[in-house]
């Protein structure tokens, strides 16, 4: 059974910096993309960032590429977002989600599976 748990959100003001975290467990790690995915009300679902278990290839969406980072710890079955220099825009329920897909930034679909999201605000 597949089960992501995220953490890490908040409130923060705009500039200032996150750390999101989600505990996987049950992914066949090696052959699944990673993603974390962002929904906001009135601007939908945009898929932040991307990561290629196997080999750690990486994919941003335009919008948060040179701000974001995410990273995964394979030891800890463990998925990172670094988010910096956060902007209002930013905010909206993360959720970290898995596939073995690889899903461009504009994917308005349903992922193999997902976490229920942690808040994140930017506002000041």
């Known amino acids: 059974q597949v089960q992501l748990v995220e953490s890490g959100g908040g409130l923060v003001q705009p500039g200032g910096s996150l750390r999101l975290s989600c505990a996987a467990s049950?992914?066949?790690?090696?052959?699944?993309?990673m993603y974390w995915v962002r929904q906001s009300p009135g601007k939908g679902q945009v898929r932040v960032a991307g990561?290629?278990?196997?080999?750690?290839?990486?994919s941003y969406a335009d919008a948060v590429r040179g701000r974001f980072t995410i990273s995964q710890d394979n030891a800890k079955n463990t998925l990172y977002l670094q988010m910096n220099s956060l902007k209002p825009e930013d905010t909206g329920l993360y959720y970290c989600?898995?596939?073995?897909?690889?899903?461009?930034?504009?994917?308005?679909?349903?992922?193999?599976?997902r976490g229920q999201g942690t808040q994140v605000t930017v506002s000041s």
């Open positions: 049950g992914v066949p790690a090696s052959t699944y993309w």
């Open positions: 990561i290629y278990s196997r080999d750690a290839s990486t």
């Open positions: 989600a898995a596939d073995r897909r690889y899903l461009h930034p504009l994917w308005s679909g349903s992922y193999k599976y």
